[in-house]
Structure formats: C-alpha cells, structure tokens
C-alpha cells in the first residue's frame, strides 16, 4: 500500500521545501522567541503571528518513544516492528520522527543525542534521524 501523502498548505509549505532542499526549518516567534513545529498560523506560546522559518542544526535529543509490533494502517504492515520517537532539537522545537539506527527501540534512551537523515519516501522528503553514539 502507498505511503500517504502529506497535506500541503501555505502555512506548512516552508517546511516541506526545506525538506526536500535538505533542511529540517522551524517557526520562530518573533516576538517572544519561541520555537515550534509542527507548523501554524500564530504562535503556540503567545499567539503573536509575527513569525518567520529558520533552519535547525539537525540536532537533538530523545525526549521519549513506544515501538509498535502491530500495524494500525495498512502501509505500516511492511515495517514492523517500528519506533515513533519524540524528539526535541536543538532550537527548542519538538517533533514526533522515527530513528533509522534505533534496533526496532532497543537502543533508545531518554536524553541520547540524534540528528538529522532526511529520507524519501516514495517522493516525499521526511525527517527522520540517527543516533549519533549508538551502543
């Protein structure tokens, strides 16, 4: 079954050509200096619409993951088992990935440093991310 495609708007456009450029960008608030994604009009914090997209270093940290053994949709049979894994960037902005290097969770902790591998699936760029001292 084919990957489903994600929606894209004016508000998220940014994020995905980055993406596909090879950068992972956030919204930054510029009035009180918060960082986010996913993408929105105003921001989350203080609900300012002044705001712009930076760019992210591609680094992070684990904040916390779960490993599915069962496939909830039809595309997912093929990959399991396969972890969902919130990761926290450098710059502040949260966002839920997966982790290519992870052996199916095993080697997950909270707080292990990650970083950025863009990946494509089936034309869609994706965030996704390695460990960068796996044990």
Known sequence: MSFPVPEITDVNRPYWDGLAAGELRYQHC?????NWLPA??????CLSADR???PSSGKGTILSWVV???AYAPHLADRLPYDVTAVELDEGARLLTNIVNGDEG?????GARVELCIENEE?????????????
């Open 68 to 70: 599915y053994r069962h």
């Open 123 to 135: 034309g869609v760029s994706l965030p996704r991310f390695k460990l960068t001292d796996p044990k």
């Open 52 to 54: 712009e997209w930076r």
């Open 106 to 110: 095993r080697k997950l902790s909270v």
């Open 30 to 34: 510029k009035c009180c200096g918060n």
């Open 40 to 45: 929105r009009e105003h921001c989350p914090q």
